[in-house]
Nanobody, 126 residues
């Protein structure tokens, strides 16, 4: 079974930057959609950004538009999330997610994804 390994979290001050990475353990899995979600205790998991790997089409939550950029290295089955101008409200556990085929949902819906990373903590201090 393929695993997603997400890394790159850490602690930064407001205005700083971090780059998250998500690598699939198997190059042979051709994910059609890969995304990033975040979650804080007591709240639902929130879709942050996603990329349709075939077309390269990207999508973002309104709260991160203009600050976050999702990109991919298709050859390595890896996606990245460049996070700039970080705010304390961005503090959360960030999860990479992916799926092999459409499930009828939208990129920001957790149920659209069948594969999840273990999460990486991002903490932004004011």
């Amino acid at each position: 079974q393929v695993r997603l390994v997400d890394t790159g979290g850490g602690s930064v001050q407001a205005g700083g930057s971090l780059r998250l990475s998500c690598a699939a353990s198997e190059y042979s899995y051709n994910f059609y959609l890969m995304g990033w979600f975040r979650q804080v205790p007591g709240k639902e998991r929130e879709g942050v950004a996603a990329i349709y790997t075939g077309s390269g089409s990207t999508h973002y939550a309104d709260s991160v538009k203009g600050r976050f950029t999702i990109s991919q290295n298709a050859a390595k089955n890896t996606v990245y999330l460049q996070m700039n101008s970080l705010k304390p409200d961005d503090t959360a556990m960030y999860y990479c997610a992916a799926d092999l085929w459409p499930n009828g949902g939208s990129w920001y819906e957790p149920n659209e994804y069948g594969y999840w990373g273990q999460g990486t903590q991002v903490t932004v201090s004011s």
